[in-house]
């Protein structure tokens, strides 16, 4: 295996396999120590034990059994990369973008990106990622889940062509090499120590780890000592509020217009409706009145409404080209690649595509806002789905609810707070 491979990445391997005179600059940490994994840093149950008495920490488990019989190899990231010779971008940025990019800028501290969604997070990043690159350092762009990171590679790569890049996740083919820019999944940056002087992760407030030591310890045990957090959401939460000093606000969607205003129609028996394959009225008259025009998403609260409205679309309107995918969808990627390609026109989901996925013209009706596996966070970012393109900034967002919910409520005078703030700042920045 090529040395660099170990610059700033943990490999597991055997105690007894452990030589640090064999391999020069070779840093070895024992697996678990001091009943902590040192992966992770969660503290190992003593009942975690194997057969042979050896112990294992179980929440890291998915990345691959860790047992006292184990060590953490690896070596101090060198930084040894070309020096870098320019990007690719005849884009501009919009003032408030500019603006935040300055405040970036302007320290080197951890810092957060309040951004609503369309708002143009990834342009702000340009600037950034270059700035980092002069001064050759390893950076490292972490999102949740795939589907942003392959949205996310094209445009990075399009920008920064000359720079050797990663993409990392769970089910990539291509093997790990040492590269100057990691673009991977938040998951990937478990296998990272000390690797990263800038680390940038993107929607924040949905880290996957959340809820354990692995939320605190990770991104930073993956960042150098001196390395620095960039952290992006459009929902974030009161702790990520409270958490960085430094705070950048984008209230303003790059083309100007407003974040479009959920609508709200309470429909007592809807689920009643679609089990007996019907539809509730003011769906059933928005898909007569807007046939094949406008593609949309309706989201439904679980897996088992989705085959529901699907098929009740079907018998009613069977002139509409209509799907549904879930999670569980093996092809799920495919179906979302169908409606890019508009060649269906309505697309039924669970929550998974309450972020990331743009579509850049469509509507969103949302059945059963007011289920719980609807938060208010996740109803803004399904609102943000629509109004993506200048040319159609605004749309339909629809929350069918079976009684009034708070949840829609404070969504709803969220964005309005929102849109009050964005129309303030253009007046200060024009
Ligand atoms: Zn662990």
Redesign the pocket.
């Known amino acids: 295996m090529q040395m660099s491979n170990f610059y700033g990445r943990l490999l597991v391997i055997g105690k007894e396999q452990f030589d640090a005179n064999q391999v020069p600059r070779l840093i070895g940490i024992p697996a678990i120590k001091n009943k902590r994994?040192q992966?992770?840093f969660?503290k190992v149950a003593r009942q975690w034990q194997l057969p042979n008495g050896e112990q294992y920490?179980r929440?890291?488990l998915q990345f691959g059994r860790?047992t006292t019989k184990q060590m953490l190899v690896t070596i101090a990231e060198p930084n040894s990369f070309p020096i870098f010779t320019g990007w690719q971008w005849d884009g501009t940025l919009t003032p408030a973008q500019q603006r935040v990019v300055n405040e970036i800028q302007s320290h080197q501290q951890n810092h957060l990106i309040w951004a609503v969604t369309g708002a143009g997070k990834t342009e702000i990043l340009f600037p950034i990622i270059a700035q980092a690159l002069h001064k050759q350092q390893r950076i490292c762009l972490a999102a949740p889940r795939i589907d942003v990171i392959l949205e996310l590679v094209p445009r990075i790569t399009a920008v920064f062509p000359t720079i050797s890049t990663a993409i990392l996740y769970g089910k990539a083919k291509e093997p790990y090499r040492y590269s100057q820019l990691v673009i991977c999944t938040t998951h990937q940056l478990i296998n990272f120590r000390a690797a990263f002087d800038l680390l940038i992760i993107d929607e924040i407030d949905s880290f996957p780890f959340a809820n354990n030591a692995m939320l605190k310890y990770v991104p930073k045990l993956a960042l150098k000592e001196n390395g620095r957090l960039i952290a992006m959401t459009a929902t974030p939460s009161y702790r990520h509020l409270l958490t960085f000093c430094h705070r950048s606000y984008l209230p303003a969607r790059f083309h100007g217009f407003a974040l479009p205003t959920i609508k709200r129609v309470v429909v007592p028996k809807w689920r009643q409706l679609i089990k007996n394959n019907q539809l509730p009225p003011v769906l059933a008259k928005y898909l007569k009145h807007n046939g094949q025009a406008q593609q949309c998403l309706i989201f439904v609260p679980t897996i088992r409404e989705v085959a529901l409205v699907e098929k009740a679309i079907q018998q009613r309107f069977g002139n509409l080209k209509v799907m549904g995918v879930s999670a569980q969808d093996p092809e799920r990627i495919q179906k979302v690649q169908l409606m890019r390609a508009q060649q269906i026109q309505y697309l039924v989901t669970t929550t998974i595509l309450e972020r990331g996925v743009t579509l850049p013209d469509i509507d969103v009706i949302i059945l059963g806002a007011d289920h719980v596996n609807f938060t208010s966070r996740s109803l803004i970012q399904i609102a943000g789905r629509v109004g993506r393109k200048v040319s159609r900034p605004t749309g339909l967002v629809l929350a069918i609810v079976s009684q009034p919910s708070w949840q829609v409520w404070l969504a709803q005078i969220t964005i309005n707070w929102l849109n009050y703030q964005a129309r303030k700042g253009d007046k200060h920045e024009l």
């Open positions: 994994c992966r992770c969660n920490c929440w890291c860790l």
